[in-house]
């Protein structure tokens, strides 16, 4: 199982970036994706999450500006990031799981793939 994330880059403050993550290796249309990103000495945080059936759920502070998608036959997961911030900046990792809990996925420590990081840095 491969899960292969692009489309980080530097941008300043305000602008937007779209992430993507392809997943090969397996058949992810049953599996829960998501990502995670993690800041220079912090832990790694939960950012977003869909289910293969479309449930979403995103961390408080990105609600309103992130958007998660998925296109299930083409194993990929999609994250729109909007009016991007300073504190966004971090690595962004892609995140694959058979099982959906919300509260599960709060935790990096219960998911089973992952892919490298894309680098996010916005600029004030």
């Known amino acids: 199982v491969q899960l292969q994330a692009s489309g980080g880059g530097m941008v300043q403050t305000g602008a937007s970036l779209r992430l993507s993550c392809v997943g090969s290796?397996?058949?992810?249309?049953?599996?829960?994706m998501g990502w995670f990103r993690q800041a220079p000495g912090k832990e790694r945080e939960f950012v977003a999450a869909?289910?293969?059936?479309?449930?979403?759920s995103y961390t408080d502070s990105v609600k309103d500006r992130f958007s998660i998608s998925r296109e299930n036959g083409r194993n990929t997961v999609y994250l729109q990031m909007n009016s991007l911030k300073p504190e966004d900046t971090a690595e962004y990792y892609c995140?694959?799981?058979?099982?959906?809990?919300?509260?599960?996925?709060?935790?990096?420590?219960?998911?089973?793939?992952w892919g490298k990081g894309t680098l996010v840095t916005v600029s004030s």
């Open positions: 995140a694959a799981d058979c099982m959906w809990n919300e509260y599960a996925w709060q935790s990096a420590s219960n998911i089973d793939f």
């Open positions: 869909s289910t293969w059936g479309g449930v979403t």
């Open positions: 290796g397996h058949t992810f249309m049953l599996y829960t």
